[in-house]
């Protein structure tokens, strides 16, 4: 079937929400989705999106985010949201469909304590604060503490592959900056102000191998993600048929995100469109507590030892709500290769039953055909036609067909392809893609629906509920909450906000 097809046909309403299939309920992103992950926030892994750019001018690009530290309050003083100067963060491409990453880009952070002191009585004492006054572009005397990052791009196998250091495009440089995090208004004079501060950590990039320059920004910024999130836990405590009114319990939190925009003919390979994508953390296998803080970055341990893989993020809330309490721990230190161990979690989802259970109602009945072929279709191989690889190797991450057109901002449709919008969600993930709407469809058995037991293993008749147009109490999104140009998030919630 073409992808034209696809897009014309009814099957493709369904299509939209089958990747997110395997996050249905998709009652939050994945903030602190697994035992483990809650004791070290900063390698959390809370949203990863992929998409080709919607800027003006940058239809050649895509667009990767990794958030990552979740649930950031403005004013978390003194200290902040600073990365883990331990930790290595990655963001790994797959441009062949083996599940295996074929570039990698790992990330190191830095923090640089400048040690600023005043005189008290005779003495030079040291400032408690990351600030001794007020910040603005060009300007960052008073800054008591500063970040910067180093990115290498590793191709082949993450670990034995070849290590190229990314530059930055305008001076060569090896390290880039960092903004501090938004600590309110007087601090940097006004919103404003922190967004030209801000402006001035957007980097232009030499990609080792790639005869064009891409951009990347690491910094604070508002949550992107929007989730009735408290009420849903609550044994869903919702109206699940509400199409507005619902509650955003993310509206008051930031994240930190790292952001790429890359040449496609640089990521993708001639005839092959499709990539696949995922983010990932990793920290050192022994970790010593010493007491001994080191000089300039005052941390009180020692570490050494091969990387141990501690987050895993492609599609959005498969840990969180899929896989097994028991196994989450495992499924975040396990790569897309070996995702057979997880097939009874996709085939024999437990999920639909719970929401059949906690609504209560004989009209949410769960689909009632196993194995579930339909989830297997769309988590772990891409839909034909729209975003699977020629030769693809069944694995949970995002996929994004390069070949199709970016929808401009103030045209998305935020069901993406349910809604008619082929450059949408499930064909990669973009900010204002509903993401939690389409899945909790998909969970009930939207796709039996179409009647295609060939490609989806069942028929309307197995999946009752298959019609609702289930929502997560209306809480909704949409693509003027970001802005139109990189890094498309909004500027963080400012320390001071509401004051």
Known sequence: MSFKTWRKAPLAVACAA??????????????????????VPKVDGTDFYMFRSYETGHSDFVTVIADYLPLQDGYGGPNYFQLDANAL???HLDDDGDGKEDLTFQFRFKSNLADIALPINGKSVSIPLIQAGGIAAGNTSALNVKESYTIDLVRADRRGGQHFAVTDAQGGAREFSK?????????????AGYEAYAAQHIHSINVPGCNMPGRV?????????????GRTFDLIKLNPLATSAGVDDLADKNVTSIVMELPIACVAKQGEPVIGGWTTASMR????LDGTPRSGNNEVSKQGGPWVQVSRL?????????????DKDKFNASRPKDDAQFADYVTNPTLPALIEILFGDAGAKAPTKFPRQDLVVAFLTGIPGLNQPAHVRPSEMLRLNTSIAPTPKGSQNTLGVLGGDNAGFPNGRRPGDDVVDASLRVAMGVLCTLNSPAVFGCVAADAPAGGLALTDGGANISDAMFDGTFPYLRTPIAGDAGQ
């Open 89 to 91: 963060y990655e963001i």
């Open 314 to 326: 492609g599609m959005p809330l498969v840990n969180e709500v899929v896989i097994g309490l028991k």
């Open 18 to 39: 089958a990747l997110g299939a395997f996050v249905p309920a998709a009652f939050a992103s994945s903030h602190r989705e697994a035992p483990f992950i809650t004791t």
């Open 285 to 288: 296998q022994v970790r010593l």
């Open 179 to 191: 903004p501090v995090d938004f600590i309110g208004t007087k601090t940097f004079g006004s919103v």
């Open 217 to 229: 920004f690491v910094g604070q910024r508002k949550d992107p993600f929007v989730v009735n999130l």
